[in-house]
């Protein structure tokens, strides 16, 4: 039975990618630990991606707290 047609289901943009909880940082589904921050608390279930790469320069990045550079969930659920 195939289910076409729309369902409420919110995807990551990225799929294979998991988002920090902690400092949102977005990393391949294997990652067990998050390589900003150190934490292990991660969720698939995020919304919009942010690429740092000059966090010093990067207006975003501060409003974020983001002080490293990577990819980043604008917000995680
Ligand atoms: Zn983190």
New binding site residues.
């Given amino acids: 039975m195939s289910t076409r047609g729309r369902r409420p289901v919110r995807r990551s943009p990225l799929p294979g990618y998991k988002a920090?909880r902690?400092?949102k940082?977005v990393v391949p589904e294997e990652t067990e630990k998050?390589p900003?921050?150190g934490?292990t608390d991660f969720s698939k279930d995020w919304m919009g991606l942010i690429i740092v790469l000059k966090p010093e320069e990067s207006c975003i990045a501060s409003k974020l707290g983001i002080k490293k550079e990577g990819m980043y969930a604008i917000d995680v659920l």
Avoid: E, L
Wanted: charged content about 0%; aromatic content about 0%.
């Fill in positions: 920090c902690n400092c940082a998050c900003v921050c934490s």
